[in-house]
Each structure stands twice: as structure tokens, then as C-alpha cells.
């Protein structure tokens, strides 16, 4: 969820799109980049880019863009999971004594 987050913050796409795995049909523009346009500006070949447009000018975009939905899941996915698991341990408990007998566990 925190790498999903932090790919769609930074380069504008899914962490499945941005690994190669995903179809980059949803927008296909300069600013949605993925792992494989990383590697070959790398090498010094097109990056699928619009030529007024560099990488930085992506990021910077991207994160203006959806930089306030990254930090906030980045900041409240652990803290919901820490609280929420505080304040399901006794009910999670309770459905475990119930369910012992039949060497189930929740």
C-alpha cells in the first residue's frame, strides 16, 4: 500500500503499471512515467516524454499534483493499522476463545 502510494505521488501511475506488469493505456501521457521509461532515460534514449518536459518537471508535477494523497496514506495507513489493532485485540480475543474448540484462529 506505502509503495502504491509513493509510486502514484512521484510518478503518476499504479506500483503494478510502474513495474511493467500493468497496461499504461489508463492516460499515457509525459507526465505518468513507469520503471522501464526510467531505465531507458538512463541510457540516454527517449523517455516517452514530451521533449519541453524533464524528468524533475515530472516529478515536481506529479507531486503538486498528488503529493497531499501520498503523504496522507503514507502517514495514515501504519497509524489506522497500529490503533486498529489496539482496539480490536479484545474483541479479536473474545472470537478466539469462541471459536478454540474448533482449532480455528482468528
Excluded at 18 to 28: I, L, N, P, R, V
Excluded at 89 to 103: D, E, F, H, R
Amino acid at each position: 500500500m506505502i509503495v502504491n502510494a509513493l509510486t502514484q505521488g512521484l510518478f503518476d501511475t499504479n506500483l503494478k503499471t510502474f513495474a511493467g506488469f500493468g497496461s499504461k493505456t489508463q492516460w499515457d501521457n509525459s507526465w505518468e512515467l513507469t520503471a522501464t521509461e526510467l531505465l531507458s532515460g538512463v541510457f540516454g534514449t527517449n523517455m516517452g516524454m514530451a521533449k519541453e518536459y524533464d524528468l524533475m518537471s515530472a516529478i515536481r508535477r506529479n507531486l503538486k499534483v498528488n503529493g497531499g494523497m501520498m503523504l496522507a496514506q503514507i502517514i495514515a495507513i501504519p497509524i489506522a493499522f497500529k490503533y486498529g489493532r489496539k482496539l480490536m485485540k479484545k474483541p479479536i480475543a473474545a472470537a478466539n476463545k469462541l471459536i478454540a474448540p474448533a482449532g480455528v484462529r482468528v
